[in-house]
Each structure stands twice: as C-alpha cells, then as structure tokens.
C-alpha cells in the first residue's frame, strides 16, 4: 500500500539552528513529491516538487532532497518566520496528480 | 502561478443543513480537486473534479453526500449535504497548474452545529 511518514511530528528549532524534516515513502510509482508549507488558517502554499531520485531543489533557506525511499527538507539558519507547518505528498501514477498527504510536521523557530 | 478563490472562506451551519462551496480559478485547468482537512489533521483527498463528467470520488466519499459539479475549466462546486459535527473540517479546492504544480485555494472553513 502506497504511503508516507513525516518525522519529526514537532520540531523546536533556535533562530540560525539549522535541521532537517523526513518524509518517508512507499510508492508503487512515484509521479512526483511533494512539499508544501502551511501557515494556520490558511491553504498550503507550494515549496517544492521531485520528481527522481537524486533531485535538489532549493529556495532561499530551504533545501529539498530525494532519495528511492525518503525526502528531505533541509532548513538552513532559519528564521522565526520560517514556523510553519511542513506538508510532504506523493502522486503517483495511477491517480494522476491527486496527492496524498503526510500528517506533517510543525516547525517552531524562536528568537 | 494559479490563483484560486474560494467562497465562502468562513461559514458555521445548523445540523441537516447543505452547504455549497464555490471554487473559481484565475486561468483554464485540466485537473481540479477537492480535498478535507480536519481539525489538527492532514489533508484528504475527497474527489477529483471531472469537467463534464461526473467526479471521481475517493473511497469513504459518496456522491450523495458531496456532490461535485464543473461546468468549464475554471470553476467548480463542492456541496456538504445534510451536515452533521463531523462535517467540521477546511475544505480546500486544487488545481494542477502549469509545469504540473499543484496548487491550492485558502479554503472555507466550516462549522457545523
């Protein structure tokens, strides 16, 4: 059965502390993954898509990764408004671009 | 980028009540979803939005109780029909938009009591 895991559920992080957050797959056939960033009250606003083992991306201090079973989102020296939400789907290649979600992980950079 | 509204953004609703949300998008797009997400929950998938046809409903939705409509390419309809507590969730409207990224609406957040 196809599925995702995001770890950790919570993470603390110290303004300039820089982390990562994992999404775990199992995808019969991977379309694309996914990660989006979600604020509280408000839809999830797109980061990133991959497509192929071995895929970077990258947007200011963040770092996207892609491995055969995992992802990465890689958070350097981030900033208090970096908290947020981090959401990471997978559509694969039976269901079109339909997506289905990790329950997410919830960021908290203090001062 | 897509730009996706959705209407109403709030709403609280008696019990046996129906609710229609509207989703109008800024440009023509072949794929548009409606998804739940409910309290301190992640998204779910409810169906996809067929354009005149009828939608593809994911399994533990029903047509009855989440009738979709999609006249054309940039609008589409989610109904929550005879609503109940449990109907309490943010329904969110996506769309797949140029390079097949896949955006998503603010969402109408709904309050059943």
């Known amino acids: 059965e196809d599925q995702v895991t995001q770890s950790p559920e919570a993470l603390r992080l110290q303004e300039g502390e820089s982390s990562s957050l994992n999404c775990s797959y199992t995808?019969?056939?991977?379309?694309?993954l996914f990660w989006y960033r979600q604020d509280p009250g408000k839809g999830p606003e797109f980061l990133f898509t991959l497509y192929s083992a071995g895929e970077e991306k990258e947007k200011e201090r963040l770092k996207a990764t892609l491995t055969k079973k995992e992802s990465f989102l890689h958070i350097t020296a981030p900033k208090p408004e970096d908290s947020a939400t981090y959401l990471c789907a997978f559509a694969n290649s039976n269901s079109g671009y339909a997506l289905n979600f990790g329950k997410g992980t919830s960021l908290l950079v203090t001062p | 980028s897509a730009v996706i509204s959705q209407k109403p953004s709030r709403d609280i609703c008696q019990r046996g009540t129906s609710l229609t949300i509207q989703c109008q998008v800024d440009s023509q797009v072949t794929m548009m979803f409606w998804y739940r997400q409910q309290p301190g929950q992640s998204l779910t998938l409810i169906a996809t939005a067929n354009q005149g046809s009828e939608a593809t409903y994911e399994s533990g939705f029903v047509i009855d109780k989440f009738p979709i409509s999609r006249p054309n390419l940039t609008f589409s309809t989610l109904t929550v029909s005879n609503m109940s507590p449990e109907d309490s969730s943010i329904y969110l409207c996506?769309?797949?938009?140029?390079?097949?990224?896949?955006?998503f609406g603010e969402g109408s957040w709904l309050t059943v009591v």
């Open positions: 996506s769309v797949r938009g140029a390079g097949n990224t896949i955006y």
């Open positions: 995808v019969s056939g991977l379309r694309g």
